[in-house]
């Protein structure tokens, strides 16, 4: 039975009145009743239908149950799993609601703030530090949330002096070197992932400084969404991400013939012209910096630059981990931030 409005879901910890849908027909605002130990009165409930969907869903539950996901105060919590969620494969039984997840309510997402009232203060300091600390803890269990976006940064008190932001979203986690297909979207994929070397760590740090240079330029700058080309989608960001941030390097031996032709088209399409000649480049974006540096009323800090091209770098071996871009000079790294962080190292 599929969840719709109304309908109230009864798990262990409390009782949920589904009230409205925040994503197609899986995803509920609830409200919750009876409530034993939780004391938000709202509470989202996650369910799923199709095959990937359930698969995301188990994982993202079997991840919410290393004791150091769920006591992380900067990962969205999840309040209880009802049903059987080591059944999700099942087929559905008429009458019964299917297995869902209970996970806190957060009162907005990145996407939806813009960032000309903020850019300038300190949310872009809140975020990212809350952000990197979600991910030393998933570093800390060796594994890569592989969906850092604007969509699974999740903030409420937003007008207050330290807003809460958390990492939400935990449907993608996959272990430390995951290779077997391409992960990450489009837009927030590492160089090293589309040379199929697998998603780490690294590509995380990489997703959320790309994820910051979104938000600040309310548009999507990396990935595809400027194409104006036939087909080669792949070839087109790949081109894309290197008139941003410059060369890619070499590729590593054992690369497929397909990815290989990736990069090959990338070239051609990196350096050409629109017709007629003198129109300018069928890519047209300047380097990175250069396209930060453009915002106006307000400016974007040249520190905040400064700390973005620190994550967005090629070299996945240089781009620094979660533990030491939260001692950039524009986080003001602080005792209370380090605190954050040994609580995990330790």
């Known amino acids: 039975m599929p ?34 130990d939780i004391t938000q009165r709202w509470a989202v409930v996650k369910t799923a239908t199709g095959s990937l969907e359930r698969s995301a869903l188990q994982r993202e539950y079997q991840t919410y149950q290393n004791p150091f996901v769920a006591e992380s105060p900067f990962i969205r919590s999840l309040h209880e799993g009802v049903g059987d969620m080591e059944s999700l494969d099942a087929a559905p039984v008429d009458g019964v609601a299917p297995p869902c997840l209970v996970l806190e309510w957060m009162d907005t997402e990145l996407r939806l703030i813009s960032s000309s009232a903020f850019r300038s203060g300190e949310l872009p300091k809140h975020v990212a530090r809350q952000v990197l600390k979600a991910l030393w803890v998933l570093y800390y269990i060796d594994s890569a ?112 013939v397909e990815a290989r032709e990736e990069f090959r088209m990338a070239a051609l399409l990196r350096d050409m012209d629109m017709p007629p000649p003198g129109k300018g480049k069928l890519i047209d974006v300047r380097p990175l910096r250069e396209e930060l540096e453009q915002l106006q009323d307000p400016v974007v800090p040249p520190g905040l630059i400064d700390f973005i091209e620190s994550l967005i770098v090629v070299d996945m071996e240089k781009r620094p981990i979660a533990h030491d871009a939260l001692k950039h000079p524009y986080l003001d790294i602080s005792s209370e931030s380090r605190n954050g962080v040994s609580v995990v190292a330790n």
């Open 3 to 36: 969840l719709s409005p109304g309908q109230i879901i009864k798990g262990a910890r409390a009782s949920y009145r589904l009230l409205h849908p925040l994503k197609g027909k899986t995803v509920f605002k609830a409200e919750i009743l009876q409530a034993r």
């Open 145 to 256: 949330h592989t969906d850092v976006n604007l969509n699974n940064i999740l903030i409420s008190n937003l007008n207050s002096p330290v807003p809460v932001v958390k990492l939400a979203d935990l449907g993608m986690v996959t272990p430390e070197g995951f290779n077997s297909q391409r992960l990450q979207s489009l837009p927030c994929r590492a160089p090293e992932v589309w040379k199929n070397q697998g998603v780490s760590h690294a590509s995380d740090i990489w997703s959320l400084g790309v994820t910051l240079v979104h938000w600040l330029l309310g548009k999507s700058i990396f990935g595809a969404r400027d194409k104006r080309v036939e087909g080669l989608t792949e070839a087109y960001c790949i081109a894309k991400l290197e008139r941003l941030v410059g060369p890619l390097g070499d590729l590593p031996e054992g690369l497929s």
